[in-house]
């Protein structure tokens, strides 16, 4: 996924109100810019990393600048905007990168399904095959030795997605849970849980119920972003 646009550098001073960030620019102007991010962003959001956003044309945007990528002082790279985990996913489909998951004849997103009014982010089907319902999340939260952990703050949401997966299975369906690492720190993933225990729990149960996890990992720069290889996923004992 290429940016339509060059990103645009500038200092992170501090990220606040969840939606919002200031920046201060090469000319030493402070500007507030838009966070599509409403997670925790630990480690994402250090003041001082460097900040790339984009530009909007809308002119009814009261802030027309997106933070989309940070540049950590360690020189890691993590895209903030979580809006474009389920793009790259699509993307990375399409292109056959995935090799789990070729073989369908078409995608969709955002399809309602379940007892718990949720949407499914993607849904693979095909004449020759069960339906594949995919739950696409963004991982960016990095621990020790390039470890990273989903996810990074209790997720009520979250756990309504593995309830709605299990059912799926039991169905007979497939489903997947994919984890899409969107930080260049991260080699490896496993759920937080010290962070979310009932999240942990309930992912253990899902993948003993016949759940697949899928860990693939993205290469980030200031032009574009890619998922490009799979990764570990390490199960909790």
């Known amino acids: ?34 966070c599509a991010n409403t997670g925790a962003m630990t480690g994402c959001a250090e003041p001082g990393s460097t900040v790339w956003y984009s530009t909007s044309d809308n002119p009814k945007r009261k802030y027309p600048n997106s933070w ?27 292109n056959n990168v995935i090799d789990e998951l070729t073989g369908y004849t078409s995608l969709r997103a955002e399809v309602k399904y379940g007892t718990e009014n949720s949407r499914i982010d993607l849904l693979l089907e095909s004449e020759s095959r069960p339906p594949c319902y995919i739950e696409v999340k963004s991982v960016t939260l990095l621990g020790k030795d390039r470890q990273g952990y989903f996810p990074d703050a209790v997720t009520t949401r979250g756990q309504k997605h593995l309830r709605e997966l299990m059912e799926m299975v039991d169905q007979g369906n497939r489903a997947v849970l994919l984890f899409a690492v969107l930080h260049s720190g991260i080699d490896n993933v496993s759920v937080a849980d010290h962070i979310d225990p009932i999240y942990a729990q309930l992912l253990t149960q899902a993948v003993k119920a016949g759940v697949e996890v899928l860990c ?19 199960h909790s004992n």
Do not use: G
């Open 216 to 234: 693939y990992k993205a290469e980030l720069n200031k032009e574009q972003i890619k998922l490009t290889n799979c990764i570990e996923f390490r």
């Open 1 to 34: 996924m290429k940016f339509t646009q060059p990103l645009q550098a500038a200092k992170l001073i501090k990220r606040y109100k969840r939606f919002l960030a200031d920046i201060e620019l090469d000319n030493s102007d402070v500007r507030t810019i838009h």
């Open 68 to 94: 989309e990528l940070t540049q950590t002082l360690s020189n890691n790279w993590i895209c903030v905007n979580t809006a474009q985990a389920n793009r790259l996913v699509e993307e990375a489909i399409k």
